[in-house]
């Protein structure tokens, strides 16, 4: 195969995002030819030896982009401490090694995507991308005109400020309401948070599409792949400056 920046390299390993890659290479994690390498740009292909923290790693040869359902009670991280159950748990006879793109918090569901594609990955999670993310949530209460307004246009969260957001009542349950929320950001537990700074905390939160892919009706617990129109519309959607 052709030349490739080392960054890139890594990210096609499969075993992190290209952002992630380039922070593992500034920090001295990365050897090529047996010497470390400090420079994301530099060249390499599959007849050098590269590795990370001394392991050899290797170009996945089959890329795969996996759709999952996952329930409430499943973190999204490869590895636990605290021996909870991961995604991965859920995800059978796949012999690539697969990493979630991006995050869904322990307690909500809904669509998450997995892959071994880094340059995917870095795709739909960089916020220079803006990828759209639709959401239901329950939550207590019934949101007003004006703490709808304050909703959209920016809250003050922790050290920073919401961008802009789209949240419209798609029913309502006696004392609380079912909402349609779009966001473009993904930090941590952003909508419950968001939520709970308009006085509406959140009961039950669910992805349900990430860019132009919607989960449609694939149970809960359940995986499939993408198909390739579903990977082409999300790798050709339109970057925003």
């Not at 809904?110 to 949530?137: C, M, R, S």
Request: hydrophobic share 40%; glycine share 6%; charged share 30%.
């Amino acid at each position: 195969m052709a030349k490739v920046r080392l960054q890139k390299y890594i990210a096609q390993s499969g075993i992190a995002s290209r952002r992630k890659a380039e922070d593992l290479i500034k920090s001295g994690m990365v050897k090529v030819n047996g010497k470390v390498v400090l420079e994301p740009w530099v060249m390499v292909d599959d007849s050098d030896d590269v590795r990370v923290n001394d392991k050899p790693i290797f170009r996945e040869k089959r890329l795969v982009y996996i759709m999952l359902n996952k329930p409430v009670g499943y973190i999204t991280t490869a590895k636990e401490q605290f021996s909870r159950k991961t995604v991965l748990d859920l995800i059978k006879g796949i012999p690539e090694r697969i990493f979630p793109v991006g995050r869904l918090d322990y307690d909500t569901s809904g669509l998450l995507l997995l892959t071994n594609d880094g340059q995917f990955a870095y795709k739909l999670t960089h916020p220079k991308y803006e990828i759209k993310k639709v959401y239901i949530a329950k939550v207590k209460g019934i949101p007003s005109e004006d703490e709808i307004k304050i909703f959209e246009t920016g809250l003050e969260i922790d050290d920073y400020i919401t961008a802009p957001a789209k949240l419209k009542i798609r029913k309502i349950l006696g004392n609380k309401s079912i909402l349609e929320i779009v966001i473009h950001e993904g930090r941590n537990r952003q909508i419950r948070k968001m939520c709970e700074a308009i006085g509406h905390p959140v009961i039950e939160l669910c992805r349900i599409s990430i860019g132009n892919v919607s989960l449609g009706s694939l149970p809960v617990g359940k995986w499939r792949y993408l198909t390739k129109k579903e990977v082409q519309s999300l790798m050709n959607l339109k970057e925003e400056s």
